[in-house]
Nanobody
Framework: QVQLVESGGGLVQAGGSLRLSCAAS????????MGWYRQAPGKEREWVAT??????????DYGDSVKGRFAMSRDNAKNTVYLQMSNLKPEDTAVYYC?????????WGQGTQVTVSS
């Protein structure tokens, strides 16, 4: 059973930083492509970042709106992925979800709220 648990969200002023965590069970994060997505009120869910499996190079890719400000990483020993968010903007306000495609379907965490005040 795949379980993804996000944490680390909160309220931050514009220009500030937050680090989100996604603790996984039922899968090994180093063997899977892991992703972060976000959904703002009234908007569709948006892809934020992915990190490939170790065998695939372990590289991270980012959406244009966060490139240069966000960094995704992985701690294999903790089976956890992270999203370091810097220079946050009010438009980054959203619920952030961790996700993995495994056994034929997309799995999602419960999400963590990030609110950036201007």
């Amino acid at each position: 059973q795949v379980q993804l648990v996000e944490s680390g969200g909160g309220l931050v002023q514009a220009g500030g930083s937050l680090r989100l965590s996604c603790a996984a069970s039922g899968i090994t994060v180093s063997n899977n492509v892991m992703g972060w997505y976000r959904q703002a009120p009234g908007k569709e869910r948006e892809w934020v970042a992915t990190i490939s499996e170790v065998s695939g190079g372990g590289n991270a890719d980012y959406g244009d709106s966060v490139k240069g400000r966000f960094a995704m990483s992985r701690d294999n020993a903790k089976n956890t992925v992270y999203l370091q968010m810097s220079n946050l903007k009010p438009e980054d306000t959203a619920v952030y979800y961790c996700s993995v495609y495994f056994w034929g379907r997309q799995h999602w965490g419960q999400g963590t709220q990030v609110t950036v005040s201007s």
